[in-house]
């Protein structure tokens, strides 16, 4: 059973940074590409950043050199640096393996102007 755990999200002012954090199970983690999403009020849920299991990153253009993704394969772990928060950004984000039906409770991110 896939299980797919985000965490670390919380409410930010504009400027500031969080890293959310996604623990997995129930896979072959270090086999899978990765992803983080975000869905905000009103919009479709986007990739905003994915890396592939040699650890390859690829990021949306909205947030490109603001966001870095990174992964430890031995403790199924992927992670998401956030920088220069912008309101924008605001939405629940979402960790998922590539590709996959599956998805978790996500964690919500507030960046307040």
């Known amino acids: 059973q896939v299980q797919l755990v985000e965490s670390g999200g919380g409410l930010v002012q504009a400027g500031g940074s969080l890293r959310l954090s996604c623990a997995a199970s129930?896979?072959?983690?270090?086999?899978?590409?990765m992803g983080w999403y975000r869905q905000a009020p009103g919009k479709q849920r986007d990739l905003v950043a994915s890396?592939?299991?040699?650890?390859?990153?690829n990021y949306a253009d909205s947030v490109k050199g603001r966001f870095a993704i990174s992964r430890n394969n031995a403790r199924n772990t992927v992670w998401l640096q956030m920088n220069s928060l912008e309101p924008e950004d605001t939405a629940i984000y979402y960790c998922?393996?590539?590709?996959?039906?599956?998805w978790g409770q996500g964690t919500q991110v507030t960046v307040s102007s």
């Open positions: 890396i592939t299991w040699r650890g390859i990153p």
């Open positions: 129930g896979f072959p983690f270090a086999l899978k590409e």
């Open positions: 998922r393996k590539i590709p996959s039906l599956d």
